[in-house]
């Protein structure tokens, strides 16, 4: 959850981004190689599923609801476990990483009912002030880069003239 957009207690009532279709569990968060070790000192038992260096958490599906996946390191009650260490998608969202004609760029997912009544000046501020770090981890960790989501909208181009 990307704060300055939406706060702590929007994203506690909600959580619609820690729950994953059975379709979109290779859209769940990359895990890179530190951060995979410090969730293995916190919760020894999460299993990874290995992606040439980097990592995506294994989840297991609902009892009651085979094709609905909660994100492994959501505490139902209080949220994400990792706090302000959760994965850079996950500190970005309802933001994400994809490309527009080639470039980089930034787009908001139209699956947050919280950021979609939020005033279009907010949102492009906020997408302006995590642009250049998130351009630097996408080209760091090209997993981070994902298809522009349908209803998806385009918000900043990294080499777009302003
Ligand atoms: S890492 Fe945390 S914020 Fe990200 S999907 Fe899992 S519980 Fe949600």
Known sequence: MIS?????????????????????LMLTPLITP?????????LP????????????????????DPGTYYCTL???KRGCIMGSRKPFECAIWPFAVTE???ELAIALSPECPIAAKKPEAQIKRTA?????????????????????????????EEHAES
């Open 4 to 24: 300055g957009l939406i706060s702590a207690e929007e994203c506690a009532g909600c959580r619609q981004c820690c729950k994953f279709a059975y379709t979109d």
């Open 34 to 42: 530190e951060l995979a070790e410090e969730i293995r000192r916190r």
């Open 45 to 64: 038992e999460q299993r990874f599923i290995s992606r040439e260096g980097t990592f995506l958490l294994r989840l297991e599906p609902e009892a009651d």
């Open 74 to 76: 959501l505490d139902r």
């Open 100 to 102: 527009k004609e080639g």
């Open 128 to 156: 302006e002030q995590i642009a250049d770090r998130a351009f630097e981890e996408a080209k760091k960790y090209p997993e981070l880069i994902k298809p522009c989501p349908p209803g998806a909208k385009v918000i900043v």
